[in-house]
């Protein structure tokens, strides 16, 4: 099931991230502005990612998590494939929509689906093995997909039957979209896990059945200082992360890199500096876990961003490509271990019939932050500037603002966040 649902994962980011390789050739031939672009690589895909989320996150608390994850991968693969019909921005623009509605699906059942599989103690290994998926498709994407964009570019304007003419970025989206079908039917080939952590809550009406929107709602509002730690901290995990979209037109901006260099360079640091970190967080985590804290997660995503921050500022700002690699890589190091330990550290605060609903609530917060704050702003500072060459500045003060901030409102936090854990689990306690 974990594997399934890693490779899920891993088709849901090779899908999210291919637009970004394809910028050069979707500004020339549709004629957009850095800003524009900056809306296809966040607000196109998040909008529906996140309006979607709490409604998938209430069908998954109650319904079968296969069978919407099987719904959601179609979507999203189809819509992937249905850009290679776009004729302009707003076509566009609307077939990310539908990869965001989609893709919607793939967090609020896997981390639910983990979370019922698992005991507490040993969850967090297995959620940071599904979250490792985030890190092997952007490797995966950026490794063959920066080439075969390089392969195809010079292909001319193709006529496809029943499509018409396809230009070479038209025809990738044609290309990494379809086969992801055939995983739709693949959720179909595990069992779902019994329910657990069913909590007992006067306070917020939990009493061991199902719960509704405002219940969850209401669970998380009034632990506001436990969950808020935790949201923040993701959300600036999420947000510099995102500057990785823009990648491909700083490395070919400040370094003379075509598509294909970068993508293979970029492709080998999430390949490596993914899983580094993702091991490095299980380790840590596990350790902590021994030693009796309450707060093992977090401590790991706190870590991960004292990693992250620095390399996120500095390799936009990098005098040479091999610097900005090597300041990169421990960018991606500490990003996977900060990724990873975010949802393990949400289903130790969410019980049982909200885990879902919570998770919805989660990736909806940091997904503001993620994909509809992200890009936008590096694309328009960039244009405020003036200077397509300053774009490293806009990603540079972007991360710092971002990260600063993060790392302290996580070191401030810890105390509210053990004192959460501790309360579910007697909740949990009461519940069975």
């Avoid at 549709?30 to 809306?39: N, T």
């Avoid at 200082?225 to 400040?254: D, E, K, P, Y």
């Avoid at 975010?342 to 909200?354: D, F, K, N, R, Y």
Wanted: overall charge positive.
């Amino acid at each position: 099931m974990v594997i399934l649902l890693t490779a899920a994962q891993v088709v849901s980011y090779i899908d999210r991230f291919l637009p970004s390789l394809l910028i050069a050739p979707i500004k020339t031939d549709l004629g957009l502005s850095d800003f524009q672009v900056g809306l296809l690589l966040g607000p196109a895909f998040g909008v529906f990612y996140v309006l979607m989320g709490l409604p998938m996150g209430w069908m998954a608390d109650r319904f079968s998590r296969r069978g919407i994850l099987a719904a959601g991968i179609t979507i999203w693969c189809c819509m992937t494939a249905a850009a290679s019909l776009a004729r302009g921005f707003p076509a566009l623009f609307a077939a990310r929509l539908g990869v965001g509605l989609g893709e919607a699906a793939i967090a609020p059942c896997a981390v639910s689906l983990v979370s019922d599989r698992f005991p507490r103690q040993r969850r967090a290994r297995a959620l940071s093995v599904f979250m490792s998926g985030t890190f092997l498709g952007a490797g995966i994407a950026f490794l063959l997909g920066g080439p075969l964009v390089h392969a195809i570019a010079g292909l001319p304007v193709m006529t496809v039957p029943l499509l018409g003419e396809l230009h070479a970025w038209q025809l990738s989206f044609l290309i990494v979209g379809l086969p992801g079908l055939m995983l739709a039917l693949l959720m179909f080939t595990f069992a779902e896990p019994e329910r657990q952590d069913r909590a007992v809550d006067a306070d917020s009406g939990l009493q061991g059945g199902q719960a509704s929107i405002a219940q969850a709602l209401r669970f998380i509002l009034k632990r506001w200082r436990t969950f808020g730690v935790l949201f923040v901290g993701s959300a600036a995990c999420v947000t510099m992360g995102s500057l990785a979209f823009w990648n491909a037109t700083l490395f070919q901006r400040s370094f003379g890199w075509n598509v294909r260099d970068m993508g293979i360079a970029t492709g080998i640091l999430f390949l490596t500096g993914g899983p580094l970190g993702t091991g490095l967080g299980i380790w840590l985590t596990n350790r902590w876990i021994r030693l009796g804290r309450k707060d093992a997660t977090l401590r790991a995503l706190l870590v991960g961003l004292l990693i992250a921050v620095p390399g996120f500022a500095a390799y936009p700002m990098m005098p040479s490509a091999p610097l900005a690699i090597a300041a990169l890589f421990f960018a991606f190091v500490g990003q996977a271990m900060a990724a990873a330990a975010g949802p393990a550290s949400l289903t130790l605060i969410a019980p049982g019939q909200i885990k879902s609903q919570a998770t919805a609530v989660y990736y909806l917060v940091i997904s503001i932050s993620g994909q509809l704050i992200g890009p936008p702003p590096v694309g328009w500072m960039t244009d405020l500037f003036g200077d397509p060459a300053r774009l490293g500045w806009a990603m540079s003060i972007e991360a710092l603002a971002i990260g600063v901030t993060a790392l302290t409102v996580l070191s401030l936090g810890m105390p509210a966040y053990r004192a959460g854990v501790v309360a579910v689990e007697k909740m949990i306690a009461k519940g069975d």
